[in-house]
C-alpha cells in the first residue's frame, strides 16, 4: 500500500469460511502480532458479528471476512493497483 495510502504499508485480506473461523483467525493474528512482533492493533472491530472484523496495526491493516462479506464489500477489486501476494495455507 506504500505509496497509495498514508495510512498504512500493508493490507492483509483474509477469508475464513465461517463466523466463528474468522474471529478464530483474528485472536490468533492478535496473539501472533503480539507474541513475534511486540504490536497490538490499535483497533479492532467487527469481531462480535464475525462477517468482518478488522484489526488496525498501522503499519498493517487486516480484514478477515467470510466468503459472503468478502464477495460484498470487494476490497481485492478496489485497492487492485496494489502489488499483490497470495498465500495458500500451509498443510497442517
Known amino acids: 500500500m506504500r505509496g497509495l495510502v498514508d495510512y498504512t504499508d500493508f ?10 473461523q474468522t474471529k478464530s483467525i483474528a485472536d490468533e493474528l492478535r496473539i501472533r502480532l503480539k507474541k513475534d512482533l511486540g504490536v497490538t492493533p490499535r483497533r479492532v472491530e467487527g469481531d462480535k458479528e464475525g462477517d468482518w472484523i478488522l484489526l488496525d496495526a498501522l503499519d498493517v491493516v ?3 471476512f467470510t466468503p459472503e462479506a468478502r464477495e460484498f464489500y470487494r476490497l481485492d477489486r478496489l ?6 501476494e497470495e498465500f495458500a495455507p500451509s498443510a497442517a
Open 62 to 64: 487486516v480484514h478477515v
Open 11 to 20: 493490507l492483509v485480506i483474509c477469508t475464513g469460511r465461517t463466523p466463528r
Open 79 to 84: 485497492w487492485r493497483e496494489a502489488p499483490q
